[in-house]
């Protein structure tokens, strides 16, 4: 079977296809600090029309992010609180044209993302730990 189209497009489906799920969240993350970035480089070119652009797929991102927290666990009411305030920045950021509410964003996007990443490394040690043990 032949490939076709984008290859990059291609790697990339590939690559969420077979992510771990913190590895996942861990991606959303990374999209929405990518499109942050965009939408701050636009803000500062005057190009309003695609910093709302930008600014709209943060928002998509951690919509995703809130409709994926399981209601279960008791930390997700606090964590969801602390999307609610991400979400916030970006729907002033795309009312004001205000780079510092994508900063503010920024700031708690890589906070999330770090936790992320040091909860995955821990359940993967752990993994490996029992399948030594058997």
Request: charged share 30%; hydrophobic share 35%; aromatic share 12%.
């Amino acid at each position: 079977m032949a490939l076709t189209g984008n290859p990059y497009k291609q790697y990339q489906e590939q690559a969420v296809r077979t992510a771990s799920p913190d590895k996942l969240i861990i991606m959303l993350f990374d999209g929405a600090l990518r499109f942050s970035g965009k939408a701050k480089n636009f803000i500062s070119e005057k190009n309003f029309e695609d910093a709302g652009k930008a600014i709209y797929r943060c928002e998509d991102i951690i919509d995703y992010l809130i409709n994926t927290l399981n209601p279960k666990i008791p930390i997700a009411a606090e964590i969801e609180k602390m999307y609610e305030y991400i979400q916030y920045n970006f729907v002033q950021a795309n009312i004001t044209k205000d780079i510092s509410y994508l900063e503010e964003a920024e700031k708690y996007l890589r906070d999330f993302r770090e936790t992320w990443k040091q909860v995955g490394e821990i359940v993967r040690d752990e993994r490996s730990q029992i399948k030594q043990a058997l």
